[in-house]
């Protein structure tokens, strides 16, 4: 079992719609999660995290974590073009805090 | 620009050529990664270093592939013999190295194509 599992999509939804992007984790000893975005031909970039009491939000983005069922979610209100991307739930390794685990992605394409 | 650079952009090689990629990382960065990652594929860890030291190699790194930050500042990844199984993205990441959790500043990538 992967230690982060993330439906790959893509998901294709309207400007101004809600989205929300899921992943699983395997370790519920995890305690930090992150969200990066990845813009076609360009890195990742970190874009939220958050630890596992709850609910975090910076401006049109949320993040979620529900520990009973080892559940992380992003939600994007008021969905913009820009905001077509591929979506990366990650977690810090096993082994190292300093390697993080990716996501295989979601890609998100917003419809203007 | 403060930004992590990776060069070149783009490589393409023929199978069973030796190929080197270069990261500059963010100045006073002490940490720096390499990932690879697969079309479809969130990035997978590589490497990494805390100055001039390699603490940590993935067992994807295979004997083909060695990296190097001889004086904690860029770093060089070079895989031998190359197998058309090596075309990838090849990201490199820096973050400063003070603590737990930090967050990674990654270059655009160097895109490899094994023909």
């Known amino acids: 079992q992967k230690e982060v599992e993330q439906d790959p999509g893509p998901l294709s939804v309207p400007e101004g719609a809600i989205v929300s992007l899921n992943c699983t984790y395997s370790n519920s000893a995890f305690q930090y999660f992150m969200w990066y975005r990845q813009y076609s031909r360009k890195g990742p970039e970190l874009l939220m995290y958050?630890?596992?009491?709850g609910n975090k939000e910076d401006g049109r983005f949320t993040a979620q974590v529900d520990k009973s069922s080892k559940y992380i979610s992003l939600f994007i209100r008021d969905s913009q073009p820009s905001d077509s991307a591929t979506y990366l739930c990650a977690i810090p390794g096993y082994s190292s805090a300093s390697k993080i685990i990716f996501g295989s992605g979601t890609r998100l394409s917003i419809r203007p | 620009d403060t930004g992590v650079s990776q060069n070149p952009r783009h490589k393409i090689t023929k199978r069973g050529q030796n190929v080197t990629f270069r990261c500059d990382p963010i100045s006073e960065h002490n940490r720096l990664y390499w990932y690879r990652q697969t079309l479809g594929q969130g990035p997978e860890f590589l490497t990494y270093f805390q100055n001039e030291a390699q603490l940590e190699k993935s067992r994807l790194l295979s004997d083909r592939f060695s990296a190097e930050r001889p004086k904690g500042s860029f770093s060089t990844l070079e895989i031998q013999r190359t197998e058309q199984g090596d075309s990838a993205m090849y990201l490199c990441a820096s973050s400063p190295g003070t603590g737990q959790n930090e967050k990674l500043f990654f270059g655009s990538g160097t895109q490899l194509s094994v023909l």
């Open positions: 958050t630890y596992s009491s």
